[in-house]
């Protein structure tokens, strides 16, 4: 029965999430529904577990929701964005429609633009250019997905995005860890992409396939007369990474800052400099690229357009987090259940290569896949298992960075099965369904899972970080 009700509950989150249903509603009802079926009490369950966890998620990440939702609103409405996935996709033209979008969202995203931004502001460009270069509408998806989801979202050292920050906080790592083996495995990920979407691209020409007869979020005509120039657009995108680099890297932290919150004794307090650094150095980053972006593109905007901006992405931020929490909630409830304690044991047993690497890869792409969310699923994992990871690492001499690098990089494979929010809002963007593009969305996330395990293997052969 205990088993029973985490599966049921499982099975019931995810077709509720993939209908269309909140699962800021949706995940307490069926963690208690899984609570109930193993005897827990219902009201403790939800209020000193559910909840409690899902504040320590918002304690811990808020800040980086908000400041990078709002230096990408901040981007897009004053046309810095688009500006600069206008320069990439007019610069390469449509001889290489498929790769100019892919390195103009990976640009964005790397530059600290949040995912969902990246999306609306390529995808009139792509369509536009898609349909110049008569390649089907139904492969923009997957190419904005490959952009976007995948190398520059969690592979590549740097990459200010939440899924590189969250390993930083249980491992007290920094989001350069095993820089190395991130770039070999991002390029792995960038490179089988775009042979695949290539290969698509020519079978859909060779029978005869062109962009096709669409109605539903046609782009209008462009109008690209008021756009910045591209390299003063880029210039917010290169502070948030220079100044995020300099705290992290340059600047020496007093290890002392957090005694005196600590003497207070208040609740939630980090145990560690180290564990906060990394978020304290994107917050100081994403403020003075949002400052930048302001100064350069205010006069874009019409009256009233800033505090438009600031406001959307500030309430914006709050759904994206609490999806999140709820999901973080979700987990801890199921994971406290005696039905899940096999679960863990044998996530745990997994001992290929004589590391925690694999056993980790497997936990975190398993929660990211089940909840549909990369953040979430990875936050479950290590506020589950971290400790005792660490501890195996500890042991064997394993760098923490490496744990770092696989939890960030499995987190972005299978959490893009069909209720992924991200991949519903893509989708929805582009006036397509999962039955035109979701298998190509599929197949050039799931290359990230795959690499995972080359990278595991790599390190395990020759030790490089």
């Known amino acids: 029965m205990e088993a029973l ?96 979008v892919v390195l103009a969202c990976a640009v964005l995203t790397y530059g600290g633009v949040s995912l969902f931004v990246v999306v609306f502001a390529v ?11 008569d390649i089907p509408k139904r ?160 006069s874009r905007l019409p009256k009233g357009g800033l505090a438009k901006a600031l406001n959307a992405g500030a309430i914006g931020s709050l759904l994206a987090i609490m999806n999140t929490a709820s999901e973080v909630g979700y987990g801890n409830v199921v994971a406290s259940l005696p039905g899940f304690k096999a679960i863990s044991g044998f996530l745990m047993s997994i001992k290929i290569g004589g590391t925690p690497l694999v056993s980790e890869a497997v936990t975190v792409t398993t929660l990211a896949g089940i909840t549909g969310s990369a953040s979430g699923g990875m936050s479950i994992a290590l506020d589950l298992m971290a400790k005792d990871w660490l501890a195996w690492a500890n042991q064997i001499g394993l760098s923490p960075e490496m744990l770092h690098r696989v939890a960030s990089m499995a987190s972005g494979g299978m959490d893009t099965l069909p209720h992924n929010g991200a991949v519903i809002t893509l989708l929805a963007v582009c006036g397509l369904t999962h039955k035109d593009s979701y298998p190509d969305i599929f197949a050039v996330t799931v290359l990230k899972t795959l690499a995972v395990f080359v990278v595991i293997a790599l390190h395990l052969a020759t030790g490089i970080l």
């Open 139 to 298: 492969l923009i998806p997957g190419t904005i997905a490959l952009g976007s989801f995948t190398f520059t979202m969690d592979s590549f050292p740097g990459t200010p995005q939440i899924q590189n920050i969250i390993p930083t906080n249980f491992f007290g790592t920094n989001i350069y860890a095993a820089p190395t083996v991130g770039i070999i495995g991002g390029l792995m990920i960038a490179a089988g992409g775009l042979y695949y979407l290539e290969r698509r691209r020519k079978a859909a020409a060779a029978a005869g396939e062109g962009y096709g007869n669409h109605t539903l979020n046609e782009p209008e005509k462009r109008d690209e007369s008021n756009l910045p120039s591209w390299y003063v657009a880029m210039l917010p995108l290169i502070t948030v990474l220079v100044v995020n680099f300099v705290m992290t890297r340059l600047f020496v932290w007093d290890p002392n800052l957090l005694a005196p919150f600590q003497a207070m004794k208040l609740p939630l307090v980090a145990p560690a400099v180290k564990n906060v650094v990394s978020i304290w150095s994107l917050i100081i980053a994403l403020v003075c690229g949002i400052s930048l972006a302001i100064a350069l593109g205010v």
């Open 123 to 133: 995808y009139p460009f792509a369509a536009a250019l898609f349909k110049e270069a």
């Open 5 to 100: 009700g985490i599966i049921l509950s499982l099975i019931l989150l995810m077709f509720f999430a993939y209908r269309g249903f909140s699962v800021i509603l949706f995940s307490p009802i069926f963690a208690l529904l899984a609570a109930a079926m193993s005897g827990l009490a219902l009201m403790p369950a939800y209020t000193e577990l559910f909840m409690a966890k899902a504040v320590t998620y918002v304690k811990s990440f808020f800040p980086i929701f908000m400041l990078g939702a709002v230096f990408g609103k901040v981007m897009e409405d004053t046309g810095l964005a688009k500006s600069i996935a206008s320069a990439i996709i007019k610069g390469l033209g449509k001889e290489r429609a498929i790769l100019s």
